[in-house]
C-alpha cells in the first residue's frame, strides 16, 4: 500500500478463513504507520485456532514525501515613462513549503488592455527567488498572466497554492510607480498578511 505524507491510514484489516472457527479474527500487530511521517511500515496479522494453529501475514505501508511543487507567493508592478510607458512586474516563487525557489523558470503572456495576447516572456528567478519581466506600450494598461512555472527538483506548478492571482494588471499612472501588486485571493487565502477583514 502507498500513501502521501498527510493522507488518513484506514486499517484493511485480514481475512482468515479455519476448520474450527466459524468467525476467526486475527490479531494486529508490527508497527503503527504514522502518515505524518515519511516512512515503510509492516503491520502484521497473527491468527490461532483452539487446535493450536497458528498463521500470520503482514502488509507493507510505504508513506512518501508530497511532491514538491510550485507556486506564485507575489506579483509586484511599477511603471515607468508617460506617452509610451513601460510596465515592470516582479514575480516570486515559492516550493510547496513556503520556501523560496532559485533558479524556476516562469513563463506567461503579456496582453493589451483589449485582453489581445501581445508577446510571451519568461524569466528566472534569483537566489531570492524573484524575476522580472518587462513590456511597453501606448495603452492605458497591461496585463502579465503566468502560465507556467517550472525548476530542477520539483514535479509541477500547483496554480492552487497561488498565494496571489496568477495575473496582474497595471495600469499608466504616468511614471509614479506601481499599482501594488496583484495582490492575494483572499477566497484562497483569507489568513495572508495582505488580506484585511472588513
Not at 500487530?29 to 511521517?37: A, I, L, R
Not at 496554480?159 to 485571493?185: A, C, K, M
Request: proline residues 4%; hydrophobic residues 25%.
Amino acid at each position: 500500500m502507498s500513501l502521501t505524507v498527510g493522507d488518513d491510514y484506514i486499517e484493511q484489516g485480514a481475512t482468515v478463513t479455519d476448520n474450527d472457527l466459524a468467525t476467526p479474527e486475527a490479531t494486529v500487530g508490527g508497527d503503527n504507520v504514522d502518515t505524518s511521517t515519511a516512512g515503510t511500515y509492516v503491520v502484521t496479522y497473527y491468527v490461532s485456532d483452539p487446535s493450536g494453529n497458528t498463521d500470520n501475514a503482514s502488509r507493507t505501508v510505504n508513506v512518501s514525501e508530497a511532491p514538491a511543487t510550485l507556486h506564485i507567493a507575489d506579483m509586484i508592478s511599477e511603471t515607468s515613462g508617460k506617452k509610451n510607458w513601460n510596465a515592470k512586474v516582479t514575480i516570486t516563487i515559492h516550493g510547496n513549503n513556503h520556501n523560496l525557489v532559485e533558479g524556476a523558470f516562469v513563463q506567461g503572456t503579456w496582453y493589451d488592455e483589449n485582453n489581445t495576447p501581445i508577446s510571451s516572456e519568461d524569466c528566472t528567478t534569483d537566489s531570492i527567488g524573484q524575476c522580472q519581466v518587462t513590456e511597453s506600450t501606448k495603452g492605458t494598461s497591461l496585463t502579465f498572466t503566468v502560465i507556467d512555472v517550472s525548476a530542477s527538483g520539483f514535479e509541477s506548478y500547483n496554480p492552487d497554492d497561488n498565494e496571489v492571482s496568477d495575473s496582474i494588471t497595471v495600469t499608466n499612472d504616468g511614471g509614479s510607480g506601481g499599482d501594488g501588486g496583484g495582490g492575494p485571493d483572499c477566497t484562497k487565502k483569507p489568513d495572508h498578511p495582505k488580506c484585511e477583514t472588513k
